[in-house]
């Protein structure tokens, strides 16, 4: 997520590891190379400004002048400054009884707003909620059929009336059978357009005060950085936009439009769009992503991920397992599954601490195919083989390796690994076992709830 400009903040922050002592000289050089990494970025000029001015003047205080530990005291600085451009807002949707809950979703044409509107569907339905959607984009080719596709991946129910073609009529039905078939949040999404016309101004505003909407969810291409940010304040000033969903921040994206939008426009960002899988919306955490950007990781997004596709009794089983240095190759098989289930690897690494920004790293990490043929290896064995990984002789990998289509040096290599994991997993079952004998006697938690 916005890989350029975490390397450059990143690289400034390297160019201070060998100062003993901060001077206005260096603090200088590094807010000039902070400065133009933000400009590259197409972060708005005047909000990079105001950025610069207020870092120097906490940089150039005499305490960090005089500090022992200069890095850590402007990357701390730099880190808030940053979170305090995304103002106090928390991510996500703001408490209301509103019953059912309307929202809005709005955005020119291309921004994504009906994959981020199944996206949200799933989300809800995640949180307990009972979705109705519908769309009211009735001149777009294939726009409603998109929706139905849509929101037939997420699960959720489409209100789809044959042969209406009024939007404002499509949007206010919608509402109407929520509350007859029990559905408490309805999503509209609305038509777009390639550039602001007051046609499409005009539609936007019959619906809301067709459906009496509680959010209204302006959908920025994050790719178009300013460009989306301009777009944002005119839906804001003509329609009164609640917040700002970024999709796309997975793509070439700068970051202009995410450390932009909050100053120049006065909306929060309530969610981020980060991949094409409808799991790939999260909840916008200022402090989680300025950690991430600047190569701190986001360990917090990290076990909510992991917590979404682990069921507690298979991960209480799995850390008894760890415990007693049990770990079969059924085991790795199953975390590899639950792994590919938490989304793309190169989001999960840049979620570690220290991975974002090594690029070494990030090119040699396991890709999804490297993923299959593993799991490939290990269901071509027999559940004795999986269970006792001692047993695979020679003969057997060979069988192994003919049965997956692959070589027999892979098979070596899995097995190979695996006893490694094997050994480490049995260091670390001994070392916790051994503290939580010495520890006090508590409540049982998640394993994950150890983690935070």
């Known amino acids: 997520m916005f890989d350029q400009l975490s390397q450059r903040f990143q690289d ?5 590891r060998g100062e003993i002592r901060l001077s206005e000289a260096t603090v200088e050089r590094v807010l ?3 400065r133009t990494a933000l400009l590259e970025a197409d972060v708005n000029l005047n ?4 950025f ?15 500090s022992l530990s200069p890095t850590q005291q402007v990357v701390k600085i730099v880190r808030d400054e940053l979170i305090a451009l995304f103002g106090e807002a928390t991510g996500g949707l703001t408490p209301t009884t509103d019953r059912p809950r309307v929202i809005l979703m709005l955005g020119l044409q291309g921004s994504g707003k009906t994959t981020t509107t199944g996206k949200l569907a799933q989300w809800l339905r995640r949180q307990g909620r009972h979705p109705l959607v519908v769309s009211t984009d009735v001149r777009r080719p294939a726009a409603i059929q998109q929706l139905s596709v849509v929101a037939a991946k997420a699960g959720v129910r489409v209100h789809d009336p044959v042969g209406e073609s009024n939007p404002v009529t499509r949007a206010a039905g919608a509402l109407a059978a929520a509350r007859s078939l ?4 309805v999503i509209v999404d609305t038509a777009g357009r390639l550039h602001i016309d007051d046609e499409l101004m005009a539609e936007l505003v019959a619906i809301r005060h067709a459906v009496g ?17 301009r777009s944002a304040g005119e839906f804001h000033r003509q329609l009164g936009v609640t917040g700002v969903v970024l999709s796309k921040a997975d793509g070439d994206a700068r970051g202009g439009a995410a450390l932009s939008v909050v100053s120049v426009v006065g909306v929060p960002i309530a969610f981020v769009g980060s991949g094409e899988r409808l799991d790939d919306l999260e909840p916008f955490h200022a402090d989680r992503f300025v950690s991430r950007m600047l190569g701190m990781g986001d360990v917090l997004s990290l076990i909510e991920r992991a917590e979404a596709v682990v069921e507690p009794a298979d991960a209480e089983r799995l850390e008894e397992k760890i415990r007693r240095g049990g770990l079969t190759l059924e085991d790795f098989r199953d975390q590899l599954r639950m792994l590919k289930r938490m989304g793309p690897l190169e989001s999960i690494l840049g979620m570690l601490p220290g991975m974002g920004g090594m690029k070494q790293l990030a090119e040699q990490k396991p890709d999804e195919r490297q993923l299959r043929r593993i799991e490939a290896m290990i269901g071509s064995m027999t559940p004795d083989e999986r269970r006792h990984a001692d047993i695979i002789d020679g003969s ?5 390796a003919r049965g997956s289509g692959t070589a027999v040096e892979d098979v070596n290599r899995l097995l190979k690994q695996f006893g490694e994991m094997q050994r480490m997993m049995k260091m670390v079952g001994q070392m916790t076992g051994q ?12 394993p994950f709830s150890l983690m935070r």
């Open 32 to 34: 000039r190379d902070i």
């Open 435 to 446: 503290t939580m004998a010495a520890a006090p006697k508590k409540k049982k938690k998640s």
């Open 52 to 66: 610069i001015t207020r870092v120097r003047d906490k940089a150039t205080d005499q305490a960090v002048l005089k």
């Open 213 to 229: 909407p509680h959010d209204l969810l302006y959908v920025a291409d994050a790719m178009t950085g300013q460009d989306a940010v």
């Open 47 to 50: 909000v990079v400004s105001a």
């Open 12 to 16: 400034v922050f390297q160019s201070l």
């Open 182 to 185: 029990g559905n408490d949040v």
């Open 396 to 400: 057997r990998r060979k069988r192994i």
